[in-house]
C-alpha cells in the first residue's frame, strides 16, 4: 500500500519525524554546550541525528511508492550490506564464481520470490538450496586452501544480509484478518522499534553506562543502556499499539522480542568487526559506519517478527 493512502501511516511518519527534530535539536545543543573532554561523544551524536534523517527519507519513499518500491529499497541495501560483508571475508581468486553467482543469481532471485508471495520458496531458497550449492560450486575451482572458512562465509553473508532482511518487505503481503491493506504500519512498527532501541541504547548508555555488557566485543555497550534502551524502545511501541493488529500487551511483547533480537545482531556483528579488526563495515553514513552497521539489528529482528505474526496472527499465507 501506499502511504497517500492510510492517513494513520502518515502520522505516524509525521511523529517520526517530529521526533527526529527534537532529537537533532537536542543533540546540537549538547555539542554546543559540551565541554571539551566531552567532544568525541558528543560530535558522534551529533551525527547519529542527521544520518537518522537520511535513514527516515529512505524509509519513507519506500512507502511512498508502495510495495515495489520497498522490494527495490531493501534489495539495494541487501546488495550493499552483502558488498561491504564481503570485503572483510578471507575469499581468494577461486571464489570469484561463487560470489557472482551470490550477488547476480541468488540475492535477486530471493527478492524475486518475495514479490512473487512464494513464502514456501522464499522461506527456503538460501537456507537449503543455496547452502547445498554454494559449497558444490566452490569445490568445483578446485582450491581446498581454507574451504570450509570460505565457504561458510559466503553462507553467513547471504543468510544474514540476503535471507533475513527480505523478510522486513514480505511483512508487506501477510495476510492478517481485520487488517487487510494496512501492512505497511506493520513494516513500520519494526523499523521504528528496532532503529529507536539502537539509539536510545547509545543514548542511556552515554548518560548512565557503568557495567559493560561485553567489553571486548563492544565497548560501548552497557548494561545501564541495554535496559535503558529496551525498556524505552518497548514502551514506544507499546504505545504504537493502534498501529499494529496487536492488543496493546502482544504489541509490547513483540517490541520488546524486536530489541532483544536487534541487541543480539548488534552484538554479534560486532564481535565480526573485531575478529576482522576494524571499526565498522563501512563508511556510508556519517557516525553509523556502513550500511550493515546500521541494519544488524534487523536483520536479526525482523525474520523473528515476521515469523511471530504469521504463525499467530496471519491466515492463508
Not at 560483508?85 to 557472482?100: E, G, I, K, N, Y
Not at 514479490?115 to 568445483?140: D, E, Q
Not at 523499523?191 to 548508555?205: E, H, K, P, R, T
Request: with cysteine; net charge positive; glycine share 8%.
Amino acid at each position: 500500500m501506499k502511504l497517500t493512502k492510510d492517513p494513520e501511516l502518515l502520522g505516524i511518519l509525521g511523529g517520526v519525524f517530529v521526533l527526529l527534530l527534537i532529537v537533532t535539536v537536542l543533540a546540537w545543543v549538547i555539542r554546543s554546550r559540551a565541554p571539551e573532554s566531552r567532544r568525541g561523544a558528543t560530535e558522534n551524536l551529533w551525527q547519529r541525528a542527521r544520518s537518522f534523517w537520511l535513514i527516515a527519507l529512505l524509509g519513507s519513499s519506500a512507502l511512498v511508492t508502495g510495495e515495489r518500491g520497498a522490494i527495490v529499497l531493501f534489495f539495494l541495501i541487501s546488495v550493499l550490506a552483502l558488498r561491504e560483508f564481503m570485503t572483510l571475508a578471507p575469499t581468494r581468486a577461486s571464489d570469484h564464481r561463487v560470489m557472482a553467482w551470490t550477488f547476480f543469481v541468488i540475492a535477486p532471485l530471493q527478492y524475486a520470490m518475495v514479490a512473487t508471495h512464494w513464502y514456501g520458496f522464499y522461506s527456503i531458497l538460501i537456507p537449503v538450496y543455496a547452502f547445498l550449492f554454494i559449497p558444490a560450486l566452490n569445490s568445483l575451482a578446485g582450491d581446498p586452501q581454507r574451504f570450509l572458512e570460505r565457504t561458510a562465509t559466503v553462507q553467513w553473508g547471504l543468510m544474514v544480509c540476503v535471507y533475513c532482511l527480505s523478510f522486513a518487505p514480505a511483512l508487506l503481503w501477510l495476510r492478517i484478518p481485520g487488517y487487510e491493506g494496512q501492512n505497511a504500519k506493520l513494516l513500520l512498527f519494526c523499523i521504528v522499534v528496532a532503529q529507536m532501541s539502537d539509539f536510545l541504547q547509545y543514548v542511556f548508555g552515554k548518560l548512565f553506562g557503568r557495567r559493560k555488557i561485553a567489553p571486548v566485543i563492544s565497548p560501548n555497550k552497557t548494561w545501564e543502556g541495554f535496559l535503558g534502551g529496551v525498556l524505552c524502545a518497548t514502551a514506544i511501541g507499546a504505545a504504537l499499539w493502534w498501529s499494529t493488529p496487536f492488543r496493546p500487551l502482544v504489541a509490547g511483547l513483540m517490541a520488546l522480542t524486536i530489541c532483544l533480537m536487534g541487541f543480539a545482531g548488534g552484538l554479534s556483528m560486532s564481535a565480526i568487526k573485531r575478529d576482522r579488526g576494524v571499526k565498522d563495515f563501512g563508511s556510508w553514513i556519517a557516525g553509523h559506519g556502513g550500511i550493515l552497521d546500521r541494519v544488524d539489528s534487523i536483520c536479526f529482528s525482523v525474520p523473528v517478527f515476521f515469523h511471530l505474526t504469521r504463525f499467530f496472527f496471519a491466515k492463508g499465507t
